[in-house]
């Protein structure tokens, strides 16, 4: 690892080597190599000036990819670690998150300007906007141009901190997830190329990803550092997303399952220009085999699963295209194998034990993918971690359960969504992967809800395609035909929509409250 090279270097290289040439495409403008690295400089002198020290955070509340990419690049030249805020927070989740980090910087969008004036944030040297002056706030660039386009070239180490991703909070406080150079390194070399299938010019990456999400950041990171072109959109739209790849002749995409329903469902999916496309990779939630298939139909591309987490700097598994298809079609339940330098395990939490293959237990991870720890919370750190030496290497505890078979990973569930019902574990995935097999569903969600007699119950929640009509009796005995009985919703709530984080994730805590209101214990 002593010779591995930093993100910020390569970019560093890409610009002396083919300054003119485009790194990222945005409705916007385009950025060149060269342009990436003078903004990025100026923006580092500004750092300085501004007497940030090493380990200090800077924030940005921006769907702008460029722009947080630019941070991250003056952070990584000065020491100060970019620190990309969940734009869909509430200002006072905002609030809480850069209070957290103890942000110097905010570097915010005009559209988010009414978050910015309810909050109220002591550590925070200067607020700046992205796109347009605002209140008397100075634009980024308006700001960075007053400074020398020089490169501090301050030294950073292997296990400095390079970045900060917040947790989602989809079950309490997000937590700030400290990456260092040698996980994103690391990730960069080993993971994500393998799991995008991605290797540089000439190939078109299209990245719609939010910037405050490991891919989403993580692939923009890693088409510049390869030398690459990619064309970013500031938000997911279906319609635009489709025009964009036969525009742009995009060759490779990531995309969580939500986006590829919502592109499925959109008008003249079925004829969009498709032909420049390689692979698509997904993965951040659970896949439908139903939507899965109408995708391998419809795009007629590579499709390959990745599975990761914030806290392993993305993808630490992959299931190739290869294994989409003919005699390993069994396997696309599977989120594939361990990527380089990835060990997995799977532990009986009832023994401690090692799982035996196709027994269900916690997911472990080891690889320098982990993550250094959570930010300023050693408790939520230590409680992460198993076994870990001087180096800082051990087992990360995903909170995910699953199982090993053959050296691939089947995942069930997030550990805390599990439903216990008698003495009987049920993983909502499996439900909800019959569920969307049904004719007449567009999505749906299996939660827990309380039962006197067995604790806990199995509810759906579906939502209906336009126009169809099905009773919750019908939809139970179609999962009762599919799907052990025990596993079967004893009742069906029917929505308008399924609440989702911005990756695609269920809101399970939404769905829960009402019913497990007022109670002191929740069996889970």
């Known amino acids: 690892m002593g010779s591995m090279e930093f993100v910020v270097d390569a970019i560093r290289r ?32 500004g750092l300085l000036a501004l007497g940030l020290r090493k380990g200090e955070r800077i924030a940005c509340l921006t769907k702008h990819t460029v722009e947080c990419v630019l941070l991250t690049l003056a952070g990584n030249k000065t020491g100060a670690v970019c620190m990309p805020v969940n734009w869909r927070l509430a200002p006072l989740e905002i609030e809480y998150v850069l209070k957290d980090g103890a942000a110097r910087l905010l570097v915010a969008d005009a559209a988010f300007a009414p978050a910015v004036r309810a909050i109220t944030v002591p550590s925070l040297a200067l607020t700046l906007s992205t796109d347009q002056a605002l209140d008397g706030l100075r634009t980024l660039a ?12 301050l030294p950073m180490a292997e296990d400095d ?18 990456l260092t150079h040698r996980n994103i390194s690391a990730s960069m070399i080993d993971a994500t190329p393998q799991a995008i299938d991605y290797r540089g010019p000439p190939d078109v990456f299209l990245n719609v990803l939010p910037t405050y999400h490991i891919a989403g950041v993580g692939v923009a990171l890693l088409t510049a550092s390869m030398g690459g072109y990619s064309v970013i959109y500031p938000e997911f739209d279906p319609v635009k997303v489709i025009g964009a790849i036969g525009e742009h002749r995009v060759t490779h995409s990531f995309l969580v399952p939500a986006m590829i329903q919502f592109m499925l469902q959109a008008p003249g999916a079925d004829r969009g220009d498709y032909a420049s496309l390689k692979a698509i990779s997904y993965g951040a939630s659970p896949i439908s085999e139903q939507v899965l298939l109408e995708a391998m139909r419809t795009f007629k591309c590579n499709f390959i699963q990745v599975y990761g987490l914030t806290e392993t700097t993305g993808a630490v598994t992959f299931l190739p295209p290869e294994d989409h298809d003919g005699p390993n079609r069994h396997l696309l339940r599977s989120a594939g194998r361990a990527m380089l330098n990835v060990e997995l395990r799977v532990v009986d939490l009832a023994t401690g034990a090692d799982a035996s293959p196709g027994q269900v237990g916690e997911v472990w991870i080891r690889t320098p993918q982990n993550m250094k720890g959570y930010w300023a ?14 180096t800082g290497r051990g ?6 359960a699953g199982y090993l078979r053959d050296g691939y990973l089947f995942l069930h569930d997030r550990i805390k969504d599990m439903i216990l019902s008698g003495a009987e574990n049920i993983y909502p995935a499996e439900v909800e992967n019959a569920l969307m097999q049904h ?35 019908e939809i139970i005995e179609f999962l009762r ?44």
């Not at 002396?16 to 385009?30: F, G, I, M």
């Not at 087992?395 to 995910?400: E, H, K, M, T, V």
């Not at 709530?493 to 019913?515: C, M, Q, S, W």
């Open 395 to 400: 087992w990360f505890r995903s909170g995910d």
């Open 481 to 524: 035909a599919r799907i052990a009985h025990y596993k079967c919703p004893k009742s069906v709530d029917f929505l308008e929509a399924i609440p989702r984080n911005p990756t695609g994730k269920i809101l399970k805590r939404v769905l829960r409250e009402p019913y497990w209101k007022g109670r002191d214990r929740r069996v889970n």
């Open 14 to 45: 890409h610009a002396r080597a083919q300054p003119d040439a485009v790194a990222y495409w945005t409705p916007k403008r385009r950025w060149s190599f060269a342009q990436i690295e003078e903004a990025s400089n100026r923006i580092a002198q």
């Open 161 to 178: 901190a390079a970045l900060q991703l917040y947790s989602s909070g989809t079950t309490g406080l997000p937590k700030g997830v400290e």
């Open 377 to 390: 919370n050693a408790g939520a750190t230590a409680n992460a971690f198993v076994e870990r030496d001087a």
């Open 439 to 473: 004719p007449a569903v567009a999505d749906s969600a299996v939660i827990g809800v309380p039962d006197e007699q067995w604790g806990e119950a199995v509810k759906a929640c579906v939502v209906l395609k336009p126009g169809a009509e099905v009773s919750a009796g």
């Open 142 to 153: 308006e700001w960075y141009t007053a400074f020398e386009a020089k490169d501090p070239g």
